[in-house]
């Protein structure tokens, strides 16, 4: 269904990350001096939730935080990006998912994520919320696969679309996943679930091709960083790459969430999935010229803004 504000239903996790500036990532045994550090509000789902409602959908937020001066933080923190957070529970025993964050110039990152609380998702939380009608269902990885998978048979039975951010790489299979609508890993992660390389267009098709044959999505949209992305329809059997926009990078962290956000909710607006999969670039590219996760998405004004200077229609 095209709607201009699209019910999203996002179930994933939620962090507190600390990022960490520095010149370079100490070796084995070494110790270097950070420039400077932060804690922010972080997690593939929330990241995503909070990108959706800044790019304008209504989103309402299924996970698990620690009762613990972190979770409060972030539960305050997605109150004021209005968000749905009424399943958003606090676990008696698990701590609030914790990501370290270490980012060296010209914004490479890398990140160790300890799941904490996003592992104590129930499926009856996933049930409750959907007790309330949506127009799709965002899920991602770095929650318990079991609670993926009642995500997508929730979404299955009501008809709506489910779009998978595939990362963090898990052992896991995707088969499990059925009926999912859009499947969207990033190179890594493509590379994991399909056994093939994605490093020119060549390769992505593919690759894109043994996804859908292996998940039985409708479509591919892989995440290919400054490149932009690769769009494949199984129907078609064929795919296309959508270019990316250049930008001074200043930390990619969460630039996948962004994009993912951008994807479904520019689909849900247009029906229109390459037009969604340039505004999802956009998304992602602005996400990257700021530090952090959550402050660096971008909100709606900003992307078309961007699409337009670059003489593309939002
Ligand atoms: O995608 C970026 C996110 O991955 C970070 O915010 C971190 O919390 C990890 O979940």
């Not at 370079?24 to 045994?29: I, N």
Request: with cysteine; net charge negative.
């Amino acid at each position: 269904m095209v709607s201009d504000k699209p019910r999203i239903l996002v179930v994933g996790s939620i962090n507190m990350d600390l990022v960490l500036e520095m010149q370079r990532l100490p070796d084995a045994g070494e110790s270097v001096l950070g420039s400077r550090y932060g804690y922010v509000p972080g997690g593939k789902g929330a990241n995503q939730a909070v990108a959706a409602a800044r790019l304008g959908a209504e989103v309402t937020f299924v996970g698990r935080v620690g009762r613990d001066a972190h979770g409060d933080t972030l539960r305050e923190h997605l109150a004021r990006e209005a968000i749905h957070a009424e399943l958003l529970a606090a676990d008696e025993q698990a701590q609030t998912g914790f990501a370290a964050i270490p980012v060296e110039p010209g914004g490479q990152n890398r990140i160790i994520v300890y799941a904490g609380a996003n592992l104590t998702i129930r499926a009856e939380d996933v049930r409750k919320a959907f007790e309330r009608p949506f127009d799709a269902l965002v899920v991602n990885l770095e929650i318990s696969p079991d609670i993926v998978e009642e995500g997508c048979r929730e979404a299955g039975r009501r008809g709506v679309p489910v779009f998978l951010d595939a990362g963090p790489v898990r052992e896991m299979d995707l088969r499990r996943l059925g009926g999912l609508h859009v499947l969207s890993p990033n190179e890594t992660e493509t590379r994991a679930y399909s056994g093939l390389p994605c490093g020119n267009d060549e390769e992505a098709a593919l690759a894109s091709r043994r996804l859908a044959e292996i998940t039985g999505c409708r479509q591919v949209v892989l995440k290919l960083g400054e490149r932009g992305c690769f769009l494949y329809e199984s129907s078609a059997g064929r795919g296309e790459r959508v270019p990316g926009f250049q930008v001074q990078a200043v930390d990619t962290t969460a630039a996948g969430d962004a994009f993912t956000a951008g994807l479904s909710t520019q689909y849900l607006r247009t029906g229109d999935l390459r037009r969604a999969a340039r505004y999802a670039n956009a998304a992602g590219a602005l996400a990257v010229t700021r530090l952090g996760a959550q402050p660096s998405m971008p909100r709606r004004g900003e992307v078309e803004a961007f699409l337009r200077e670059r003489g593309v229609e939002p």
